[in-house]
């Protein structure tokens, strides 16, 4: 009977170990993340007189601001766009490549998610201006006749924040096409198939579920983006993001900001639901590691 | 020291895992648990070693009931089937972590550590990190390491079952000599019955988690208690027939086959007449056709294993038999033939249907 | 390989690979190159040649003060961030039980949240509180922002941990406590160390959350430059921002030398 007892409050000691490693993440979590999202939804759900969608009804009734979500959106799409384009060949590159360079080349897509958002879009601005690199390029292929002014449009931005987000879909895509055994490809020639054939019918029928993930880990970044759109549109480019901040911190608006960060919060909840949907329905082969 | 389970059960919500197991293992004897994946003869081992605990029944070493403590005051070496040699200790550091932990000095524990390399031919690989050594290298090292110590009890979880065909019997009996020698009360888990009968003093049959048989090896293969346990140690021939004659001991069974033959009740006989007869394939000699007390049956094909050769013949019924024969008795049989088999007049247990 | 690189689709692949790194690189380039040049504005490629920009940002004491807010900043969130996300992360693999993967999704959820909706909610609720001063409210927030990235690196690390490692640990004599200091911890390692990088250098690079919730006296070297380059184009930011850039390219090569060096040795 002792030993029973012994057991049992061995067993109680056993069960209060996992408890004390999850606290302090739960605390920190329930303090300064829960707690704070919890409260913006709050106020975001008041009026002067108490509780009410006022904040709401402001922003769906004013034609602005829908303009605002859709260029926010329409920005998200071209920037996705962009990212699979350019990250699509370059993720299956490296991932089949059998050179030394492949490793080095991996690193080197990793490097710029190591500079600050804010020295990135820096060296963007250096760029847009009406004398820079890319004005004179265009002047020097004869694409455009004078200088074009590339800051303080909504294509610089969008050039700019792909580039921010770039090295994600690479690193995303790379990881998905790893996954997949080249043997289903070399199969797929076998029996007929030419190499453009093999990799539209196998290679990429299986990364689907990875491209569709990586696709929205990148919008949802990308249409909550500060810094570039900020630095690199300037008023011209007003997006969610910038109206929020012009809200919160110029206008002090916290209500109707609270708002908008809510409705941000809201389309990228749902992004995220469903590409956890995807991972989740689908095999592993599919989802990036 | 000597080690006892009594009615040790684990059950995990509805699901059994072990439904009470008793043992008694003797000072310096080793027990192996066999059984398939999934018969909870792992599960034993592991509250045994103090990492589960038991819903019920009690773990005794010596005159000590261990039930509740935990397992690192347990003092019982134990051998990982993956080895769990830590990554990033040369052999030598995990062979001196339990001592260690048991606050032996500098100065012995250098000594003793060189001994135990010394003992398992590990000398020269002191420093070698495990990756760098080969999988019997390291499984040698990992036994070292359970012996450093001077366990009361040695536990193995199918130690060798990452090594090839070729190293594990040399290292079995090596291993069966070192614990002979230390005198070491050991349980061994197991799925190898060839394994367990060439080491093991005394094996528990596991199935779903219940023990079928506890015995010598030559207990369970001759004196079998029921099919599962026959048809899981070695090969077995089963014919079916009737009781005619006999007490509860010993019967005259006439085989549906058309042969009479004398045959052992098994431990649990039924009530009926219906019996299943176990003959061993050695158990059956080849004979040519119509000699009386043999059955009619066509070799269908003949597997030569160089000391032993297995026939297998089809009955008139459709039964297939195996017969094992040495290699000169076999050359009387070609596929195809007509050939006689007589079963032995001993050995043969019978198993109520 | 299975498609051949020179073939027509090969080539186009390879092209759209280059026309990638040119695209990834350029801009990173132009901050490291254009203070080089002699004139009083930024151009790309620089015109002329001097040193006086990269020594006009060394020299400047505001720079220097906000970089080692940064760095203190930087270190005590990371060093919090893995404290308590290794804490869970070790929880997480070792137990199972209900609502394991949903709380497991809370963990890493703010990776995916606009920080700038983390930044509003934050100033309101520490304005409304008046919870923590100081720098303590940027930490606060930045440990937010770099738990999910230490437990997405730590653990699968701790997955593949060889459970039976723990157990040998424990049947050679070592406590629970000792054995995870003995053995998890040592095992683990590279995981902890890659984690705990991230997690530095994301607070390092953090602009939106330090915009709103850092000391109005002592902004972090990322809102610096933000302010700066919002009020005028004066290379000195550019050259800060290149000393940065080419302080986290070295910080990058020393770390996989280092890694590379360690694989070899062993």
Redesign the interface.
């Known amino acids: 009977m002792t030993a029973e007892r012994q057991g049992a409050g061995a067993r109680r000691q056993a069960a209060l170990v996992p408890i004390l490693l999850f606290a302090p993440c739960v605390l920190v979590y329930a303090i300064f993340f829960i707690w704070p999202q919890a409260s913006l939804l709050a106020i975001s759900a008041s009026s002067k007189s108490g509780p009410g969608l006022d904040q709401y009804a402001r922003f769906f009734g004013d034609s602005y601001y829908w303009e605002i979500l859709g260029r926010t959106l329409g920005m998200g799409i071209t920037v996705t766009v962009i990212t699979l384009v350019l990250g699509l060949p370059t993720a299956y590159v490296l991932a089949r490549s059998q050179s030394r360079w492949a490793g080095l080349l991996l690193l080197l897509t990793t490097f710029p998610l190591l500079v600050s958002a804010v020295v990135r879009s820096f060296g963007w601005m250096v760029l847009f201006f009406r004398d820079g690199l890319v004005s004179r390029t265009l002047l020097a292929l004869g694409l455009i006749d004078r200088p074009v002014q590339t800051m303080y449009t909504m294509t610089g931005v969008i050039i700019a924040l792909a580039q921010v987000l770039l090295p994600l879909m690479v690193l995303t895509l790379h990881g998905v096409f790893k996954s997949i055994d080249r043997d289903l490809e070399y199969a797929a020639m076998s029996l007929g198939a030419r190499p453009a054939v093999a990799l539209g019918l196998v290679t990429l029928r299986l990364a689907r579920g990875g491209i569709v993930a990586g696709s929205l880990l990148v919008f949802s970044l990308a249409i909550s983006a500060f810094a570039t759109p900020s630095l690199v549109g300037g008023a011209r480019a007003n997006v969610m993001a910038t109206a929020i901040y012009e809200q919160t911190v110029e206008l002090l608006d916290w209500p109707f900001g609270a708002a908008l960060a809510a409705i941000l919060l809201v389309v990228v909840l749902g992004l995220s639901l469903a590409y956890g949907a995807l991972i989740e329905g689908r095999g592993e082969l599919e989802a990036p590691r | 020291m000597q080690i006892e389970l009594r009615q040790l059960r684990k059950t995990y919500g509805p699901a059994v895992a072990v439904a009470e197991i008793s043992a008694t293992i003797a000072q310096g004897k080793m027990l192996a648990l066999l059984g398939p994946s999934g018969c909870g003869k792992t599960t034993t081992l592991r509250m045994v070693?103090?990492?589960i605990?038991p819903s019920s029944g009690?773990i005794h070493v010596g005159a000590r009931?261990i039930?509740?403590l935990?397992?690192?005051?347990?003092?019982?070496?134990?051998v990982?089937?993956?080895y769990?040699?830590?990554?990033?200790l040369s052999a030598a550091e995990n062979i001196a972590?339990?001592l260690r932990?048991?606050g032996v000095a500098r100065a012995e524990r250098e000594q003793r550590v060189t001994a135990m390399l010394d003992k398992l031919k590990l000398s020269g690989l002191a420093e070698r990190?495990p990756?760098q050594l080969s999988g019997g290298q390291q499984q040698r090292v990992a036994v070292a390491?359970?012996l450093v110590?001077n366990p009361s009890i040695l536990l193995l979880d199918e130690p060798f079952s990452n090594l090839d065909a070729k190293l594990r019997e040399g290292t079995g009996l090596e291993l069966s000599r070192l614990q002979r020698e230390l005198g070491l009360t050991s349980i061994f888990v197991t799925h190898d019955q060839s394994e367990a009968m060439s080491i093991a003093d005394t094996i528990a049959v596991m199935k779903d988690g219940v023990l079928q048989q506890i015995g010598s090896a030559s207990e369970i293969y001759e004196q079998p208690a029921n099919r599962f346990v026959a048809e899981f140690i070695g090969r077995a021939n089963f014919l079916p027939g009737r009781i005619l004659t006999g007490d509860g001991r010993s019967h005259e069974v006439a085989l549906d086959a058309g042969i009479t033959v004398p045959a052992i009740a098994s431990a649990h006989p039924g009530g009926s007449s219906r019996v299943e007869v176990l003959i061993r394939p050695e158990a059956i000699a080849l004979t040519e056709t119509g000699r009386s007390g043999s059955l009619m049956a066509t070799v269908e094909a003949i597997s030569y294993q160089g000391a032993t050769v297995y026939v297998h013949a089809r009955l008139a019924d459709g039964t297939l038999v195996t017969c094992a024969t040495t290699p000169e008795s076999s050359r009387i049989a070609a596929q195809g033939d007509a050939i006689g088999l007589q079963p032995a007049r001993t050995r043969l247990v019978s198993f109520p249907i | 390989m299975t498609i051949a690189w020179r073939s027509p689709l090969g080539l186009v692949l390879l092209l759209l690979c280059a026309l990638t790194f040119a695209y990834l690189l350029l801009p990173i380039l132009v901050v490291v190159v254009a203070p080089f040049g002699a004139t009083g504005y930024l151009a790309f490629p620089p015109q002329g040649w001097t040193l006086k920009w990269y020594a006009a940002a060394v020299s400047d004491t505001r720079y220097l003060a906000a970089l080692l807010v940064s760095l203190r900043i930087a270190l005590a969130s990371a060093v919090i961030a893995c404290v308590i996300g290794i804490a869970a992360a070790y929880a997480l693999t070792r137990y199972d039980f209900l609502g394991r993967r949903l709380l497991e999704a809370i963990f890493l959820s703010p990776l995916i949240l606009p920080t700038l909706v983390l930044a509003v909610g934050l100033t309101l609720f520490f304005t409304r509180t008046g919870l923590l001063q100081g720098p303590w409210r940027l930490i606060a927030a930045h440990v937010i922002i770099c738990i999910p990235y230490v437990l997405r690196v730590s653990l699968p690390v701790l997955r593949r941990f060889d459970r039976a490692l723990e157990e040998a640990a424990r049947n050679l004599g070592a406590s629970p406590f000792a054995a995870f200091f003995l053995v998890v911890l040592p095992v683990v390692r590279p995981g902890i160390v890659a984690g705990t990088v991230l997690a530095f250098i994301t607070s390092f690079d953090e602009v939106v959350l330090a915009l709103f919730l850092a000391e109005p006296g002592a902004p972090t070297l990322p809102v610096t430059i933000y302010s700066a380059v919002q009020l005028g184009f004066e290379p000195s930011v550019a050259a800060i921002s290149g000393l940065l850039v080419l302080a986290t390219f070295a910080v990058m090569l020393l770390y996989h030398l280092l890694s590379a060096f360690r694989r070899q040795r062993d």
């Open positions: 070693a103090g990492f605990a009690s009931d039930t509740t935990p397992a690192h005051k347990r003092d019982t070496g134990l990982f089937q993956s769990a040699l830590f990554p990033h972590f339990g932990r048991r990190l990756r390491r359970a110590i």
